[in-house]
């Protein structure tokens, strides 16, 4: 069998670390890719039943962290500001060389490898919430130590429940206002959308419908069309049509400039999140 990274993960061992929103979607995206995921939890009861959602030996959830010795690769995906609080009481259980990918927003490689200094094979990822239906893109980020072949581990992994893109690490808190928070963006654009179309008369169910498959015929629109954003909606836009006086009245509004600062406002929250 050829050490590709494939075959590299398909024999590993990987352990998570919080297992919230994230970590249970990446648990999902691994579950075909990995022949072991421990998933070291501090509320057993409120976690065990996930085991059943996998064949059988797949998934073990459990509170005793010393199996994450046993784990090759380390996942990280608790909240920012409980990794500053608790990451620490996992240090010795990281065995020398662990590759560890950390899902947090906001922290730095650095800080993963104070923490751990057990190994200096850390990578920062940043998926997005599409993850959990494999369509999720990551950015991700090795520290100056890691190794391409630990990178390339990270990008098998990461694969598995989206598009996987490299960036230096310096771009890691743009990249997660673009794409990390990206999916509110559009889910804020859904929510307004449906409360218009309510007070326009149309009902809950008939507007539930229009508002998801416009977005999704949309977003499809711009995926596999060649034409750019800005084209594909002077398409939809006559000269003094309907359109027109709509995207008038968000213009008018400043919404262009709102979300260019929404990325910039993240942005800052993201550093501010990584600074101790
Ligand atoms: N959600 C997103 O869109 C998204 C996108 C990209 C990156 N991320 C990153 O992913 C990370 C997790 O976010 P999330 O949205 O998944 O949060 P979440 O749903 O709140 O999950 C956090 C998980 O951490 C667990 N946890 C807390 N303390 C623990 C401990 N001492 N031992 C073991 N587990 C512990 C929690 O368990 P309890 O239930 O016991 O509290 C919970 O399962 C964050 O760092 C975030 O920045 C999230």
Not at 55 to 83: F, G, N, W, Y
Not at 163 to 178: D, G, K, T, W
Request: hydrophobic share 45%.
């Amino acid at each position: 069998m050829s050490d590709s990274p494939a075959n590299r993960v398909n024999a590993t061992t990987i352990g998570i670390i919080g297992t919230g929103s994230m970590g249970q979607a990446l648990i999902a995206g691994w579950s075909n890719k990995v022949h072991r995921i421990v998933a070291v939890v501090r509320d057993k009861p409120k976690y065990a039943p996930l085991e059943a959602e996998y064949t059988e030996h797949l998934l073990t959830v459990t509170e005793d962290r010393a199996v994450l010795t046993e784990c090759s690769v380390v996942v990280v995906a608790i909240k920012p500001q409980m990794i500053r609080e608790i990451l620490h009481e996992f240090s010795t259980f990281i065995a020398p060389g662990t590759v560890v990918i950390s899902v947090a927003a906001g922290i730095t490689t650095e800080f993963i490898g104070r923490v751990f200094p057990n190994t200096d094979q850390i990578i920062r990822a940043m998926p997005n919430t599409p993850s959990i239906i494999g369509k999720g893109v990551t950015g991700v980020s090795g520290s100056p130590e890691c190794t391409r072949e630990s990178l390339d581990v990270a990008c098998e992994l990461m694969s598995s429940v989206g598009v996987v893109v490299e960036v230096p690490e310096s771009q890691q808190n743009a990249l997660a206002a673009v794409s990390g928070s990206g999916p509110a963006y559009l889910f804020y654009l859904a929510q307004y959308l449906l409360q218009g179309a309510h007070e326009l008369g149309l009902d809950p169910a008939t507007a539930e419908e229009l508002v998801r498959q416009t977005l999704l015929g949309s977003a499809d629109l711009l995926a596999t069309s060649a034409m750019s954003p800005i084209a594909l909606r002077q398409q939809v836009t006559s000269p003094g049509g309907m359109t027109a006086a709509a995207m008038q009245v968000l213009d008018d509004s400043h919404v262009g400039p709102a979300v260019v600062a929404a990325l910039a406002r993240g942005t800052e929250r993201a550093n501010e999140l990584g600074s101790p």
